[in-house]
Nanobody, 121 residues
Framework: EVQLQASGGGLVQAGGSLRLSCTTSAFTFNDYVVGWFRQAPGKEREGVSYIDNRDGATWYVDSVKGRFTISSDSAKNTVYLRMNGLKPEDTAVYYC??????????????WGQGTLVTVSS
């Protein structure tokens, strides 16, 4: 069973930066797609970014392009999300998740606990 743990959240002022980490127990780490999601109070969960560890392909939701960067370290079985230029609207609980196929028809089937990011104005 694949296990994931998100960490690195905290309280920052607008314009600040944080780096989130997602550590995994996967022995075949390079076979997985790992994504970051967030859920703000009163809103639906949305996809933020993903990285396909098979080829390094990445995707970002429009609202974070140019500010967030996803990366992967196979030696540590860890995916990072560097968040720069944070805005109050980025405030949410951030979750990481994994799946074996990049095709969007397949749901993410492995989920970690969330880490809270709070951005003050």
């Amino acid at each position: 069973e694949v296990q994931l743990q998100a960490s690195g959240g905290g309280l920052v002022q607008a314009g600040g930066s944080l780096r989130l980490s997602c550590t995994t127990s996967a022995f075949t780490f390079n076979d997985y797609v790992v994504g970051w999601f967030r859920q703000a109070p009163g809103k639906e969960r949305e996809g933020v970014s993903y990285i396909d560890n098979r080829d390094g392909a990445t995707w970002y939701v429009d609202s974070v392009k140019g500010r967030f960067t996803i990366s992967s370290d196979s030696a540590k079985n860890t995916v990072y999300l560097r968040m720069n230029g944070l805005k109050p609207e980025d405030t949410a609980v951030y979750y990481c998740a994994a799946k074996l196929d990049v095709d969007p028809i397949y749901d993410y089937n492995f989920w970690g606990q969330g880490t809270l990011v709070t951005v003050s104005s």
